[in-house]
């Protein structure tokens, strides 16, 4: 059966099983186009009849989609928001749908973007070179919660800025491990970000350069907490936070790497 939205573009989806046989679909939704979310969605869908029982939106408000915008960035977004212009949050891509056991889901997305830059120039017998970049961006992290009836628990996104270049963003991303009715988010993270407030820049992090490893605690309402796990020097070995894993119900494996070498280190969370 198609999963559809009337007059919604559905941006991304995933879809799963509950415990009582239903399914459930969540994702975004845009108005523009592929690229952009206006907000998020959920679907639930009886096993046996096969008929939507529930189906609920959330659009995103503009404090949420400026949220950790510098003052500038704010303004700029609030003057559209002012001609009517719709806002919309870009490039957020759904890694994880988990769902609970009373039929509730958890959204998890990271804000991911990939672009090429070439540069050609002139040699000295006239002849042309050109040679090309590849960028990688992962940003904030946004997790949703939906009640069992569809309704929007709570919301909240995580800031980060990983800007890169050729090499895949192998340090870049997030590592996370659901423990009872939290969840905990591993990354790294430029030092100038460790006490960010609401409005203030937030600097970009570049691997082999002194960083920041950061535990961030997302708990049962939303309320998100930040801490120092550890910090790296220049010419450390980097975690590599997509190799990291939860390997029981309360521990994590963190990789670090840098050449040939290889170190592992383990989490455990009381």
């Known amino acids: 059966m198609p999963i559809e939205l009337k007059d919604k573009f559905i941006t991304d989806v995933q879809i799963d099983g509950a415990p009582n046989g239903d399914l459930v679909a969540a994702g975004f939704y845009s108005d523009k186009g ?32 400026t949220e950790y915008f510098t003052e500038k960035e704010k303004k700029k977004s609030d003057k559209k ?20 056991a009373d039929g509730g889901v958890t959204l998890i997305a990271e804000q991911y973007r990939m672009y090429t830059v070439c540069t050609t120039t002139t040699t000295a017998n006239g002849g042309t070179t050109t040679t090309c970049h590849n960028h990688f961006l992962y940003n904030d992290i946004m997790v949703i919660t939906f009640n069992p009836d569809g ?66 605690e997302v708990d049962a309402s939303g ?22 894993v939860q390997t029981g119900a309360r521990e994590m494996l963190i990789l670090a790497e840098k050449s040939k070498m290889y170190q592992f280190s383990k989490i455990t969370f009381k």
């Open 223 to 244: 309320k998100v907490t930040r801490e120092l796990l550890t910090k790296t020097e220049k010419g450390d070995l980097d975690i590599s936070p997509k190799m990291c």
């Open 81 to 100: 928001e002012a001609k009517g212009q719709d806002q919309e949050l870009y490039s957020f891509q759904m890694d994880e749908l988990l769902i609970r």
């Open 34 to 65: 592929t690229f952009s979310v206006k907000g998020a969605f959920y679907i639930r869908i009886d096993g046996k009849s096969r008929q939507v029982v529930t189906q609920n939106f959330s659009v995103f408000e503009q404090d949420f989609i």
């Open 151 to 216: 309704a929007v628990a709570w919301k909240c996104k995580i800031p980060k800025r990983q800007h890169t270049v050729d090499d895949y963003g192998y340090y870049c991303s997030y590592a996370y491990v659901a423990i009872d009715n939290k969840l905990f988010f591993v990354y790294n993270d430029n030092p100038k970000n460790l006490y960010l407030q609401a409005g203030e820049k937030i600097y970009n992090y570049t691997p082999a350069r002194e960083a920041a490893v950061i535990l961030v």
